[in-house]
């Protein structure tokens, strides 16, 4: 079975740091890009960016950028998002998903996504 | 390129039909725009691809439109599982935008 499987739930406090992962399998992990999409609380999906783990090539949102970063470890099969002064506007569920490919081998669409993770930053 | 949805809600009844529209600033590169639906607690599911391609096991009442700036997701028959909010995202230039989403509540 193709499936991302996200890390748990994390309360942190405003300045920590922290680093989610997200680990492919049922799939060549290294061929597919990774994305990572936000959602506050009630809010809708924001696109974050994209790498891919064959040789960590990467696409981001100026909205994220300085914010968090993104980066992968091929050899286990894992995305990480990591963030190294956590604020509380970073409250939300992050979501990894798989980036596919059309006919062409052009990205396409995201076929498979993570269950999320709940990051909570509260004093 | 910023993607906007409309309505953003939209409250009908089962057996009814659903059209979403998603409007883009900008044109949208050879229809790489994507559906995806969220139900509460749930991560996203993708629908639609390249605008008018349904993803594998999505059942043919979902049906896909448009191109360049005008794209709808139509819904021919509603059915209980269906309400949801839907989300339109463009793929074709960086950053891969969503729109804001719809949700398709029951009446």
């Known amino acids: 079975e193709v499936q991302l499987v996200q890390s748990g739930a994390e309360v942190k406090e405003p300045g920590e740091s922290l680093k989610i992962s997200c680990q492919g399998s049922?799939?060549?992990?290294?061929?597919?890009?990774i994305a990572w999409v936000r959602q506050m609380p009630g809010k809708g999906l924001e696109w974050m960016g994209i790498?891919?783990?064959?040789?960590?090539?990467?696409r981001d949102s100026p909205s994220f950028r300085g914010q968090v970063s993104m980066s992968t470890d091929k050899s286990i099969g894992t995305a990480y998002l990591q963030w190294s002064s956590l604020k509380a506007s970073d409250t939300a569920i992050y979501y990894c998903?798989?980036?596919?490919?059309?006919?062409?081998?052009?990205?396409?669409?995201?076929?498979?996504w993570g269950r999320g993770t709940m990051v909570t930053v509260s004093s | 390129i910023v993607l906007t949805q409309s309505p953003g809600t939209l409250s009908l009844s089962p057996g009814e039909r659903a059209t979403l529209s998603c409007r883009a600033s900008q044109s949208v590169r050879s229809n790489y725009l994507a559906w995806y639906q969220q139900k509460p607690g749930q991560a996203p599911r993708l629908l639609m691809f390249g605008a008018s391609t349904r993803a594998t096991g999505i059942p043919d009442r979902f049906s896909g439109s448009g191109s360049e700036t005008d794209f709808t997701l139509t819904i021919s028959r509603l059915e209980p599982e269906d309400f949801a909010v839907y989300y339109c995202q463009q793929y074709g230039t960086s950053p891969y935008t969503f729109g804001q989403g719809t949700k398709l509540e029951i009446k």
């Open positions: 049922g799939y060549s992990f290294s061929d597919y890009w």
């Open positions: 790498i891919y783990p064959g040789d960590s090539d990467m």
């Open positions: 998903a798989r980036v596919s490919r059309d006919n062409r081998g052009h990205l396409s669409a995201y076929d498979i």
